[in-house]
């Protein structure tokens, strides 16, 4: 079980340090406003909590609704009706005001 929480957990962490987001928006801004030094450590901040977020979801969380399926059954099906009702209202409010 180990290798394929790793390999989970290796895809995760690339996907957060390409996606652009408003971590990369700070390092810029650091970088244009400070000089490269300040920006490095923000950088380093940056992936140390990508780090962090990551073994907590792969390992902890995983973890959790791996050994409790019902509570992942419920958790998806909570999820599902956030999201559905969210795209609901939006769609309603952009199409019919």
């Known amino acids: ?4 929480d790793y390999i989970v957990y290796l ?3 690339l996907f957060l340090f390409i996606s652009p987001g408003l ?6 801004s ?3 406003n400070y000089g490269l030094k300040r920006s490095v450590w923000t950088a380093v901040g940056d992936i140390s909590a990508n780090f962090l977020q990551g073994f907590a979801m792969v ?3 995983g973890t959790f609704l791996k050994d409790n399926p019902e509570t992942a059954n419920y958790e998806f099906y909570s999820y599902g009706s956030y999201l559905y009702v969210g795209v609901n209202k939006s769609f ?5 005001m």
């Open 92 to 96: 309603i409010d952009y199409f019919c």
């Open 30 to 32: 650091h970088t244009l």
């Open 1 to 4: 079980m180990f290798p394929t």
């Open 59 to 61: 390992f902890l969380i």
């Open 11 to 13: 895809q995760l962490l």
């Open 23 to 28: 971590p990369r928006v700070l390092i810029v």
